[in-house]
């Protein structure tokens, strides 16, 4: 029994001596592996290679602060641009004996418009042939008056007299031509009265600039008189919209400023944007209102002349206490996946592509609602589409 207890003692210390090397084995010699760290990847947060830069230089600028504005809708109607319209009339006394076009033709500089049959312009057509046939036969006298003075035959009275008929005869000659030309005669038309083969009393009207016959008043078989208007023509591609600016607004709108035009009726178009041209000056005593115009580009011809139109005008400045709007460059704002996103230079040199709510656009410029910080001035301008290109590779 004595022995069976000892060997049992021995048998405990030998497991509890094995079990303490075997832990203490496993401590030191089979460490748990440490866990990796995962490394989050920011999509928004890039570089560029420096050869890439080079190519492509980059403008930062930043947020730049407008004031306050409000649109003003102002009712006005569409003119025609005097830069760009003429009005070609009879420039004598006649009968149309035939008209060549009609309005909305489109005609070029020197375009026959209509055919005058006048009296007046063929005496005077008659009046050019006869001087020139006396020109010549003075300039012949003179010559021969010359020779005789010259041999001594004849005195210096007589080659004198002889001299001032002919710079006479020339002078009316040259009088006679101008009146022809003012008359609308093409130097053409005055070479052929000159060698005999056009003498009529026909005056051809023609359009002055190239551009559309926007109004026709001629009529065939119509007697008309000096310097009475017969046709419109207009380059209906520019336009003018004539306003009126009450007084209290004057000092808030400046030339330059940015318009919308809406035709009557149209309320879901953008508009049609202009640029006020002229702020005017002279107030009406009644009213108590100035003009103002708006030059507007109409090259798709959704404007007429004449016809009443909405102008909402940006730069009067609305009292009530809103504070400045910050912009920046149209061309510095992306929109990527239905994001509106502005890029940022880091100060590692590294770039980042911010998400913004824009609004409206004044000018060159768009209002940056939410996004950018007042004090940002990393903001990439110009060159900023080469980001986008790199971004977009993510």
């Known amino acids: 029994?004595?022995?069976?207890?000892?060997?049992?003692?021995?048998?405990?210390?030998?497991?509890?001596?094995?079990?303490?090397?075997?832990?203490?084995y496993k401590k030191f010699f089979f460490k748990k592996p440490e866990e990796k760290?995962?490394?989050?990847?920011?999509?928004?947060?890039?570089?560029?290679?420096?050869?890439?830069?080079?190519?492509?230089?980059?403008?930062f600028v930043s947020l730049k602060e407008i004031s306050a504005v409000d649109e003003v809708a102002l009712p006005g109607r569409i003119s025609y641009d005097p830069e760009s319209m003429a009005r070609a009339g009879s420039t004598v006394e006649g009968r149309i004996k035939k008209v060549l076009v009609r309005e909305g033709d489109r005609v070029s500089q020197?375009?026959?418009?209509?055919?005058?049959?006048?009296?007046?312009?063929?005496?005077?057509?008659?009046?050019?042939?006869k001087a020139r046939a006396s020109l010549e036969a003075l300039k012949l006298q003179a010559d021969r008056a010359k020779e005789l003075f010259d041999m001594k035959v004849t005195s210096a009275k007589d080659y004198e007299f002889a001299n001032m008929q002919y710079k006479t005869a020339k002078t009316?000659?040259?009088?006679?031509?101008?009146?022809?030309?003012?008359?609308?005669?093409?130097?053409?038309?005055?070479?052929?009265?000159?060698?005999?083969?056009?003498?009529?009393?026909?005056?051809?009207?023609?359009?002055?600039?190239?551009?559309?016959?926007?109004?026709?008043?001629?009529?065939?078989?119509?007697?008309?008189?000096?310097?009475?208007d017969l046709f419109t023509i207009a380059n209906l591609t520019n336009l003018m919209v004539l306003l009126e600016v009450y007084e209290k607004d004057l000092g808030t709108i400046s030339e330059g400023a940015e318009a919308h035009i809406y035709p009557l009726g149209d309320k879901e178009s953008p508009g049609i944007r202009g640029e006020v041209a002229y702020v005017g000056t002279v107030l009406d005593n009644i009213k108590r209102t100035?003009?103002?115009?708006?030059?507007?580009?109409?090259?798709?011809?959704?404007?007429?002349?004449?016809?009443?139109?909405?102008?909402?005008?940006?730069?009067?400045?609305?009292?009530?206490?809103?504070?400045?709007?910050?912009?920046?460059p149209l061309e510095a704002v992306h929109e990527i996946e239905g994001k509106s996103i502005v890029f940022l230079r880091n100060d590692d040199g590294s770039f980042e592509a911010v998400e913004v709510i824009t609004g409206d656009t004044v000018g060159d410029e768009v209002v940056i609602k939410v996004g950018l910080k007042e004090e940002e001035a990393r903001i990439v301008s110009k060159g900023s589409f080469i980001l986008k290109s790199e971004y977009l590779k993510l």
């Open 172 to 228: 009316e000659v040259e009088t006679t031509r101008i009146k022809l030309e003012n008359y609308g005669l093409t130097p053409a038309e005055i070479s052929g009265i000159e060698r005999g083969i056009y003498v009529s009393s026909n005056l051809v009207l023609r359009s002055p600039i190239n551009g559309e016959v926007t109004e026709r008043k001629a009529v065939q078989g119509q007697q008309v008189t000096r310097n009475e």
């Open 110 to 129: 020197g375009s026959p418009l209509a055919i005058l049959s006048s009296v007046m312009l063929g005496e005077v057509e008659a009046s050019y042939v």
């Open 37 to 59: 760290k995962q490394t989050v990847f920011d999509k928004n947060k890039f570089t560029v290679s420096e050869e890439i830069l080079k190519r492509h230089p980059l403008t």
């Open 1 to 24: 029994m004595i022995h069976f207890v000892r060997r049992y003692k021995i048998v405990l210390v030998l497991l509890a001596v094995l079990s303490s090397g075997y832990f203490g």
């Open 290 to 328: 100035a003009k103002l115009r708006i030059m507007v580009s109409n090259r798709n011809g959704k404007l007429k002349p004449g016809q009443s139109v909405t102008a909402k005008v940006k730069g009067i400045v609305a009292n009530t206490g809103a504070e400045p709007r910050r912009t920046v």
